[in-house]
């Protein structure tokens, strides 16, 4: 059955919308599974995050080649830039993340969202007028309707200008994936912004930003200046720039296939030498310290000490042994335990990225999920509990799934984050002692209820042999039925999100 308490403020999720609108409750799972809001953690304990991903291979091997991902992270991580030089052999390592199709259908269908896209040259926004077109009476109540124009986006690419298209991992399925492996792996809010020119005319002039950034170059190359530390750890919103050394550090061509990181606060310029190039720009934003000292004063906020006036006589004796009981409380929550609970309870709040499977995501599921569906899960950074012997907790979207402890065997597979078939899912699990085909079929429909799982239309692979687990490795094998994809390909069709960020974000 399906606990409530209060539901939380929509800030209270994470996910900037209230509990009530995040899809309907299923009953039925046989009192396998209690849902409530996440509130604070002070009964669990051992908290720790998913599997890194299928096989536990690290999303940054995709990128970085010349060293080992933990040599990277502990060398050049917030420190100091790193170019990656990929593989001489291979310099369309990138191209799957963008083909050329993919940027085309992007603009094709693309209807002008002003905190999306823009054209850029010498540190400067083009007009929208000089690249956009008018469709008359096809806009909300017959307004006109802007989409952009192929003559005028040309012609201005043409004299140099850059495009630069905000938020690309919200329309391309490769630079999603990619992006959420990331934001997993890393712990960390990911968005990827796209730049492409075929001048010599930088689009920014040289700056720093609050966000560290990993740049893919897919096609062509650029030339890149790095100055060293502006602004050390700088945060959102801290300005205006301080002024930029007179000369670059390092000077230096990105090359197709290659990859660079930049710390936050490290000043760069970037330019294009002619011809085609194209590079993504991943931003990348991990908590601070900033950010646990406002969660270690906020836990406060339930003490009453903490609610009652300040004196209107100024200080005294009672004000200063309540803010002492405080500060005490406070610098409980700042040893090695209340961090953990930070983190546990941060990536408990993170929102799935929307995503779309019609018709089947609409399918009505109240006698369960068909066996041949195919579901994964859709939390980015699931927090999951060993339990006391009776349960098993798993953190995600702002809620606290509390499983009974026969569930362990599914929820194991379910945290190695490859797609599954119901039915396969269903089998492997009731081998090892978890629930029995009927049972599990109506907890997945639950699951896909409250947005902790989603369909998926990927292939899948092999069901492993009765009571193991399936081999670790990438995706393969066949479809799933009348739910599954086309083997091999990619899972999904054109999507676009609906949070915009502002290109500004990340400009490389």
Not at 123 to 145: D, H, K, M, Q
Not at 147 to 158: G, Q
Request: include cysteine; hydrophobic fraction near 35%.
């Amino acid at each position: 059955m399906t606990g409530t308490r209060r539901p939380p403020a929509p800030e209270e999720t994470g996910t900037g919308e209230p509990l009530a609108d995040r899809g309907p409750e299923r009953p039925g799972s046989g009192g396998l599974l209690t849902v409530r809001p996440l509130e604070a953690l002070p009964d669990l304990e051992g908290l720790r995050p998913g599997d890194p991903g299928p096989g536990g291979r690290h999303a940054l091997e995709e990128i970085v080649t010349a060293l080992p991902v933990a040599e990277f992270l502990d060398r050049h991580w917030g420190r100091d830039c790193h170019l990656d030089p990929g593989d001489p052999g291979d310099p369309g390592r990138f191209h799957h993340l963008l083909p050329w199709p993919e940027l085309d259908r992007l603009l094709d269908g693309h209807r002008a969202w002003p905190l999306r896209m823009q054209v850029a040259r010498g540190n400067a926004s083009l007009p929208p007028s000089s690249y956009l077109e008018t469709i008359p009476g096809r806009g909300v109540g017959r307004e006109p309707a802007m989409r952009v124009s192929s003559t005028k986006l040309h012609a201005r690419l043409r004299e140099g200008a850059t495009l630069v298209f905000g938020s690309v991992d919200e329309a391309v399925p490769a630079v999603r994936e990619l992006a959420e492996r990331l934001e997993h792996d890393l712990r960390a809010e990911v968005f990827v912004n796209l730049y492409a020119s075929w001048g010599q005319v930088g689009a920014f002039d040289p700056h720093w930003d609050d966000h560290d950034g990993i740049i893919l170059q897919v096609y062509g190359r650029k030339e890149w200046r790095l100055y060293g530390v502006g602004r050390p750890a700088p945060l959102p919103g801290d300005g205006p720039l301080n002024e930029c050394p007179p000369r670059p550090l390092r000077q230096f061509e990105l090359t197709e296939g290659q990859a660079l990181y930049v710390p936050r606060g490290h000043w760069h310029a970037v330019r294009p030498v002619g011809g085609t190039t194209v590079h993504l720009t991943f931003g990348i934003r991990r908590p601070v310290v900033r950010d646990l000292l406002r969660w270690a004063v906020d836990r406060q906020l339930s003490h009453p000490d903490a609610r009652l006036d300040l004196p209107l006589g100024g200080w005294d004796d009672e004000l200063a042994g309540r803010l002492s009981r405080l500060l005490g409380g406070i610098g409980e929550l700042l040893g090695a335990e209340g961090f953990g609970r930070y983190v546990a309870e941060r990536d408990g709040r993170a929102a799935a990225r929307p995503r779309h499977l019609l018709p089947h995501a609409v399918t009505d599921l109240s006698g369960g999920c068909p066996p041949d569906a195919v579901v994964v899960l859709a939390a980015p950074r699931p927090v999951a509990h060993g339990g006391d012997g009776c349960r098993r907790t798993l953190l995600s979207g702002g809620l606290r799934y509390d499983f009974d402890a026969r569930c362990e065997p599914l929820l194991r597979r379910l945290l190695g984050r490859r797609p599954w078939r119901v039915g396969d899912l269903a089998r492997e699990a009731a081998a090892e002692g978890g629930p029995d085909a009927g049972e599990c079929r109506r907890l997945v429909a639950e699951l896909l209820g409250h947005g902790l799982l989603r369909f998926d239309a990927g292939p899948v692979a092999p069901p492993g042999p009765p009571g193991g687990d399936r081999p670790a490795g990438p995706r393969e094998g066949s479809p799933g039925g009348r739910y599954g994809g086309p083997p091999g390909g990619s899972p999904e069709g054109p999507h676009d999100g609906r949070h915009d960020r502002r290109p500004q974000e990340g400009r490389r």
